[in-house]
């Protein structure tokens, strides 16, 4: 009898060393998910400052562009401008 209680013992300790290891796998798995999760948000905030400094980029372009124009404008092409706005002098 005494033989069969030895060889239950270990089969015990064999079960608990392997319940700890998979509770030490599971914090792995939460610290690696946590880990990747901070910088997928990272990430993300690089990627909205971006788009954003890209549109402000892109508006300021535009702006340039049309006050551009505004001066390579003729004479003429001003006068019909004007007249269209309705701010003619005989509207």
């Not at 509770?23 to 990627?47: T, Y």
Request: glycine letters at 4%; a positive charge.
């Amino acid at each position: 009898m005494a033989k069969k209680k030895q060889k239950q013992q270990p089969q015990r300790q064999n079960l608990d060393t392997a319940t700890e290891a998979k509770s030490s796998l599971g914090s792995l798995k939460d610290m690696v998910n946590a880990d990747a999760l901070a910088k997928l948000k990272q990430l993300e905030k690089e990627m909205k400052s971006e788009s954003e400094r890209k549109a402000k980029e892109a508006a300021e372009q535009k702006r340039r562009e049309q006050e551009e124009r505004e001066r390579n404008k003729s004479f003429a092409e001003l006068l019909a401008d004007y007249d269209k706005k309705g701010g003619g002098k005989y509207s």
